[in-house]
């Protein structure tokens, strides 16, 4: 059995600062297993005035990231759970934050799930 995740990139590295990739891989480990989903994911553009920061879970995530563009409908594809009532999945950069949409805090963060 394999025990972790090897992948190939196969999109154009990121540009510094503002893109986080072209087109890029995405990757999900399910945990206590060793099968992993992988499919394209689009570049993810940083809005004005933010770049990357490593989300915690508590922080509460800026209104600006509830909105469409960086809302992440696609929870089977990466095999994480349906997001309970109240709940939706956000991308930011490469990583994917479980945000309660009323409190805007994050409750799980899965890093690196784009790259």
């Known amino acids: 059995m394999i025990a972790g995740l090897i992948v190939d990139l196969i ?3 990121a ?3 503002r ?3 072209r087109r890029r891989l995405l990757r999900r480990n399910s945990p206590g297993t060793a099968a992993a ?3 394209i994911a689009d ?3 940083y ?3 933010y770049g990357y920061r490593r989300w915690g ?3 509460v995530l800026p209104g ?3 909105s469409p563009a960086y809302f992440w409908d696609d929870w089977r594809l990466l095999g994480v759970p349906q997001p309970r009532p109240g709940r939706r999945w956000v991308r930011y950069g490469p990583d994917l934050l479980l945000v309660n949409v009323r409190t805007r805090r994050v409750e799980d963060v899965i890093y690196g799930a784009f790259f």
């Open 11 to 13: 999109a154009v590295p």
């Open 15 to 17: 540009a510094p600062g």
């Open 19 to 21: 893109e986080c990739g």
């Open 37 to 39: 989903t992988t499919a």
């Open 43 to 45: 570049a993810f553009r």
């Open 47 to 49: 809005p004005p005035g």
């Open 57 to 59: 879970i508590g922080a």
């Open 64 to 66: 600006l990231f509830f």
